[in-house]
């Protein structure tokens, strides 16, 4: 048995779970939420809890029902709390401004970089060196993080670009370090 997927999703106070054919939505503060299913694994509502089940052990089935009650763990989750990724723009002259729901960034080149949010997320500007990303979908909230840090990736041997903020940089040592001795 999946130890994910054996797991009972508790759901808070003003989320609702609709069951369709192959579909499951997710109502909440935040919004709404629909995720496609294998019709294979069976996903139930009990009182205030969230089952899934899958009908045997074939492997197909194992590696589904424990991704199927992760998916509507992460829709629980969005329409309840939301999503947030912070990222941090290091580096001399590195800066991101907000332009209504757009951010631009400055990060070295010769033109600026203008990033458009993804439907369903926000960009938000803290000071000139912080980027939120916020979001119902827990997929799309990282999908528009990664996309902000490939704009300029943290650079091996300075560290200078956008990293994530609990991201450490594992520096590596210049040419004149060999040369040592």
Not at 3 to 32: A, E, H, K, N
Not at 52 to 71: E, I, M, N
Not at 145 to 152: K, W, Y
């Amino acid at each position: 048995m999946s130890r994910i997927g054996r797991q009972p999703i508790d759901l808070p106070s003003g989320v609702q779970v609709t069951l369709g054919q192959g579909l499951v939505t997710v109502q909440g503060p935040g919004g709404t939420l629909s995720e496609a299913v294998n019709t294979d694994i069976k996903v139930e509502v009990l009182d205030s809890q969230v089952l899934v089940s899958r009908p045997s052990d074939a492997r197909q089935h194992r590696a589904l029902h424990g991704l199927t009650r992760a998916l509507v763990a992460n829709m629980v989750i969005g329409v309840s709390q939301g999503y947030q990724k912070t990222l941090d723009i290091v580096g001399v002259g590195y800066r991101a401004q907000q332009a209504g729901e757009k951010v631009i960034l400055l990060v070295g080149f010769s033109h600026t970089v203008e990033i458009k949010p993804l439907e369903g997320v926000t960009l938000e500007v803290e000071g000139n060196n912080r980027v939120h990303v916020r979001g119902t979908s827990k997929q799309q909230v990282g999908e528009m993080a990664a996309r902000i840090r490939a704009v300029r990736r943290p650079n091996a041997y300075t560290g200078k670009g956008i990293r994530y903020l609990d991201e450490q940089v594992k520096l590596k040592p210049g040419k004149s370090s060999a040369r040592v001795g």
